[in-house]
Nanobody, 116 residues
Framework: QVQLVESGGGSVQAGGSLKLSCAASGRIFEINDMEWHRQAPGKQRELVAIIRADGTTNYAGSVKGRFTISRDNAANTVYLEMNRLKPEDTARYYC??????????WGQGTLVTVSS
């Protein structure tokens, strides 16, 4: 099992910044990719960013150029730095870890609210 705990969410005005953290514990050696997803009220969960074991990254088109995903393997932590936030970024953000079998572990999420 892998346990994930997100932090860093909060309320911010449009144009502001937040940095989310996700601390992993447990069977860390199982983890390959780390991902951030988000789910806005009434919408489906969507993939925001992914960072693979080799450090390569991909982003959803809606956040590209504004969000940056990074990982600190020594600290077993993945980050999502979010800049130039927009009201449409309001959502609960979830950290996910994928293992070799393709199974995803999930955190409980952290709420981000962006006001106009």
């Amino acid at each position: 099992q892998v346990q994930l705990v997100e932090s860093g969410g909060g309320s911010v005005q449009a144009g502001g910044s937040l940095k989310l953290s996700c601390a992993a514990s447990g069977r860390i050696f199982e983890i390959n990719d780390m991902e951030w997803h988000r789910q806005a009220p009434g919408k489906q969960r969507e993939l925001v960013a992914i960072i693979r074991a080799d450090g390569t990254t991909n982003y959803a088109g809606s956040v590209k150029g504004r969000f940056t995903i990074s990982r600190d393997n020594a600290a077993n932590t993945v980050y999502l730095e979010m800049n130039r936030l927009k009201p449409e970024d309001t959502a609960r953000y979830y950290c996910s870890a994928r293992n070799d079998s393709g199974y995803h572990f999930w955190g409980q999420g952290t709420l981000v609210t962006v006001s106009s």
